[in-house]
Structures are given as structure tokens and as C-alpha cells.
């Protein structure tokens, strides 16, 4: 089955500074990858995903990279603020393969944004 | 606000017990999964029903089982309950034929005593 790894698994970031967290996926049939952002004790909220037909996805200070011949993608936040503070889960999944829709999830990475 | 409920929040119990959790996806989505997040598993997919039927399996035990009905609501049964099984436990829903996002519900929170 799929395995997704997930590099740092803490990372501290002064604020206004930027943050990149890594995930490696080993089943070359995922192709839709998600982040979420989890806060302590909340449900994990989507902030972003991208497609296999895709290189790269931005959306405000949030982009997403991926590299299907590497089989790794990446999440880029800029100019991070306080609020961006929380733990971020990357995600694969086979996506377009109707009825086989279950996520993968990477381990985590804790960011924390020093003010 | 994702739309999707989950009841209820929290749920504590002891062990050998046995626990219902409910949950109701968003309007039009016909698929709903279930994800148990513990501290050392991290989020883990259980399970998948699609309109009724369950679509795929991932690392439910045996002592697990859910359903989803007809007006799509979903219920995940857990019995003969063991400490390890104090978890969060999330459902998600997606509609599907290639929208696959999959949106959470606040989660229950379980404990088992």
C-alpha cells in the first residue's frame, strides 16, 4: 500500500520568514495530494491540494509543489504569520480512481512561528 | 464549517464497553470515511461507504464495523473497547467522480477508562 513520509517533523519559523515542509509517497497510482492544517483538538481543515496533471499550485501566501518522477511534494507558506501556527498534514491518494478515494497520511510537522 | 457533524464530541467509557459514533456528511456527498487519529498512529484511514456500500477498508479491527444508511448518515460501531482505542475519530465526505476532496467533521473524541 501507499507509504507517505513526512520531513520536518518540527519546524520553528520566524515570522515573515518562509516554511517548507516535504513528503515523499511511494504507490506511483496516487495522484491527488492534499495539505491540511490542524489545530490542537480540531478537525483538520484542507488548505490546499494539487492534481498529477499539475506541476504547481498557489493560492495567497500558500503553494504546493510536485514532483511525480521524484514522487515528492512539497508545501510552501511565505511571509508566515503567528496564526499560520499549527500542525500540517500532507496527504496522497489514488483521487481520481472512482470509488478508491482513501487519503495517506503523512506524519505531521509541527510549525511554529516565533513572533 | 466544513458541514459535516459528527456526534458526539466527546464520549468516555470503560473498557470492554461498546460505543456508537455518528455522522452526517455534507449535503450531495455520497462518500463518507472514517480516520481514527491517536498519538502514536497519527491519522489512519478505517474505512469508506459509498452510497450505501462500503468501497474500501484500510486498518479497522475486527471489533470495529460501521454502516452507512440511506439518507447517507454513517455510523462507526466500536465494541469490546480497549484503552488503545482512545482516539479522535473523524469522518470526512467527498462527492465523488473525481472531486476527491474530502472534507472533516469536528471529530468525537474517545476515552476509554
Known amino acids: 500500500g501507499e507509504n507517505v513520509e513526512q520531513h520536518p517533523s518540527t519546524l520553528s519559523v520566524q515570522e515573515g520568514d518562509s516554511a517548507v515542509i516535504k513528503c515523499t509517497y511511494s504507490?506511483?497510482?496516487?495522484?491527488?495530494f492534499p495539505w491540511y492544517k490542524q489545530e490542537l483538538g480540531k478537525r483538520p481543515q484542507l488548505i490546499i491540494d494539487i492534481r498529477s496533471n499539475v506541476g504547481e499550485k498557489k493560492d495567497q501566501r500558500i503553494a504546493v509543489t510536485l514532483n511525480k518522477t521524484a514522487k515528492h511534494f512539497s508545501l510552501h507558506i511565505t511571509e508566515t504569520q503567528p496564526e499560520d501556527s499549527a500542525v500540517y498534514f500532507c496527504?496522497?491518494?489514488?483521487?481520481?480512481?472512482?470509488?478508491?478515494?482513501?487519503?495517506?497520511f503523512g506524519t505531521g510537522t509541527r510549525l511554529t512561528i516565533i513572533p | 464549517d466544513s458541514g459535516v457533524t459528527q456526534t458526539p464530541k466527546h464520549l468516555i467509557t470503560a473498557t470492554g464497553q461498546r460505543v456508537t459514533l455518528r455522522c452526517s456528511p455534507r449535503?450531495?456527498?455520497?462518500?463518507v470515511y472514517w480516520y481514527q487519529q491517536s498519538l502514536d498512529q497519527g491519522l489512519q484511514f478505517l474505512i469508506q461507504?459509498?452510497?450505501?456500500?462500503?468501497?474500501a477498508k484500510g486498518n479497522i479491527l475486527e471489533r470495529f464495523s460501521a454502516q452507512q444508511f440511506p439518507d447517507l448518515h454513517s455510523e462507526l460501531n466500536l465494541s469490546s473497547l480497549e484503552l488503545g482505542d482512545s482516539a479522535l475519530y473523524f469522518c470526512?465526505?467527498?462527492?465523488?467522480?473525481?472531486?476527491?476532496?474530502?472534507?472533516f467533521g469536528p471529530g468525537t473524541r474517545l476515552t476509554v477508562l
Open positions: 496527504a496522497a491518494s489514488p483521487g481520481l480512481t472512482f470509488g478508491n478515494e482513501k487519503l495517506t
Open positions: 470526512a465526505s467527498s462527492y465523488p467522480g473525481g472531486a476527491d476532496t474530502q472534507y
Open positions: 504507490d506511483s497510482a496516487s495522484n491527488y
Open positions: 461507504y459509498y452510497n450505501g456500500e462500503e468501497r
Open positions: 449535503s450531495g456527498d455520497l462518500s
